[in-house]
């Protein structure tokens, strides 16, 4: 289990030009947050997302709002004791756990975290997946087998993507997703908003640059 403090990651798309940044909190169990820009084939792709979960990384909801080319676009998802919604409507799907939003590798961090596996044990389920442009959650089986303390085998079986992720062990983010994303390393950040003499150096500097 990771450290009860927030961890943050960011990442390089290997599949497309693009980034990806996450942050993930505890907050009344934990709150993933993060924003993606990528290159799709509809023009370039905006997009914060969150996800919330209880003390056992069970999901309890789920935001994605943005743009891809020309079209903005906004979803809620929520998990009910009957099934999933997405904007209200009903999409079933019962008794799974997870959202897995499929154009970011932050989310697997939270399967990871719910399933706490030992080296050698193996895990075969089903998450809730959503993607931009999508207009319902997906039952997605996903399998992982934890190799080794920072490796896990990973298997999308409907989609026929598999392969071996490394974890980063600080944060419990996905390292590197083999010709999807991997992880830039960046260093340690404070965690500290700017004081506001510090707001104000940066405001100057901007503006200054702004008028040359």
């Known amino acids: 289990m990771i450290e009860t403090k927030p961890h943050n990651a960011f990442w390089r798309s290997l599949h497309t030009q693009g980034h990806d940044s996450a942050l993930l909190s505890p907050a009344l169990g934990w709150n993933l947050t993060g924003m993606a820009s990528f290159?799709?084939?509809?023009?370039?792709?905006?997009?914060?997302?969150?996800?919330?979960?209880?003390?056992?990384?069970v999901t309890r909801r789920g935001s994605v709002r943005g743009f891809v080319g020309r079209r903005r676009f906004?979803?809620?998802?929520?998990?009910?004791?009957?099934?999933?919604?997405?904007?209200?409507?009903?999409q079933g799907l019962t008794g799974l756990a997870d959202l897995d939003l499929g154009f970011t590798p932050a989310t697997?961090?939270?399967?990871?975290?719910?399933l706490q596996l030992e080296v050698g044990e193996r895990a075969e389920?089903?998450?809730a997946w959503f993607d931009i442009g999508k207009q319902a959650l997906v039952e997605l089986p996903q399998v992982y087998e934890r190799i080794d303390t920072d490796r896990y085998a990973y298997q999308s079986?409907?989609?026929?993507?598999?392969?071996?992720?490394?974890?980063?062990?600080?944060?419990g983010f996905v390292r590197d997703y083999p010709s999807l994303w991997s992880m830039e390393?960046?260093?340690?950040?404070?965690?500290?908003?700017?004081?506001?003499?510090?707001?104000?150096?940066a405001l100057s500097i901007f503006s200054t640059s702004s008028a040359a």
């Open 157 to 171: 079986p409907t989609t026929g993507y598999a392969d071996e992720l490394m974890i980063d062990p600080v944060t």
């Open 74 to 90: 906004y979803h809620s998802i929520e998990r009910k004791p009957d099934g999933w919604k997405l904007d209200g409507k009903p």
């Open 125 to 127: 389920f089903s998450v």
């Open 108 to 114: 697997n961090v939270l399967q990871l975290q719910r």
């Open 185 to 201: 390393a960046v260093d340690e950040l404070p965690g500290e908003l700017l004081d506001e003499g510090d707001l104000e150096d």
């Open 39 to 57: 290159w799709h084939r509809s023009g370039p792709v905006a997009v914060n997302y969150t996800v919330e979960v209880d003390e056992a990384f």
